[in-house]
């Protein structure tokens, strides 16, 4: 890939290979979790891999924000930051769902340009930078060009639908597909797999930087709730939620979720 990401890249993807080996020691669905407050689950797999990025990732000069490590604020003098869920979709990864991945975030100047996920259980992997597009499983990859909401594909999250969250959006002209990994729906939108995904509920930079970096560079639509570019790296990580889809579906979908949202 031609980018003034190349060594990013290289390093992205040297990560996310690095990780295929911590996987193969655990068998989805067979696997202890704990709990952490909010009743988040987290494995031994999560940290594990969370050790091999940071290992494989990090450089001198640059800053570190990731689930599994505790946060420091000196990552917010940084110009250049990693932003990792080690294993975003853990509660599918505990169930046996072929749901979870690993998401690599990269983001300059509070910009998130580059981004990989990878998905251990279907060996899929999405790379890719906003001066280069996206490779899927090493191809190029463009986000859906469809221009009406009539027929879409819409990846909704697991946990949400479980919580009647999108009974609201029922009977609609779309369809409506339960997933797990935030990172994961959104990587499936940035290589035009699905048209749409989006989250009423709070993310945290963590779930989405990887994955609205992807989206992005492959030309398609993201937005936080308050109609904003996705600014990451703040002192609260903490996101209202997010928007993305093909680039010809932005307005249709603005207009789906504003009587929905309140943003305080």
Known sequence: MTSSYSDILTRIDAALHATRPVFERFTPGAIEAEYKAGHDPVTAADRAVDAVLHQTLLRDGEGWLSEETADSPARLDKERVWIVDPLDGTREFVLGLPEFCVSVGFVENGRPVAGGIYNPATKETFLGSVD??????GKPAQPSHRKTLEGALVLASRSEVKRGEWKQFEGTAFQIRAMGSVAYKLALVSAGLADITFTLTPKNEWDVAAGAALVEAAGG????????????????????????????????????????????
């Open 132 to 137: 280069s597009g996206v490779l899927y499983n």
């Open 221 to 264: 639509f993201v937005s936080t709730l308050e109609k904003t570019n996705l600014t990451a790296n703040r002192r609260d990580p903490l996101l209202s939620g997010l928007l993305a889809c093909g680039p010809f579906l932005k307005e249709e979908l603005l207009a789906l979720v504003e009587p929905h949202v309140s943003v305080g």
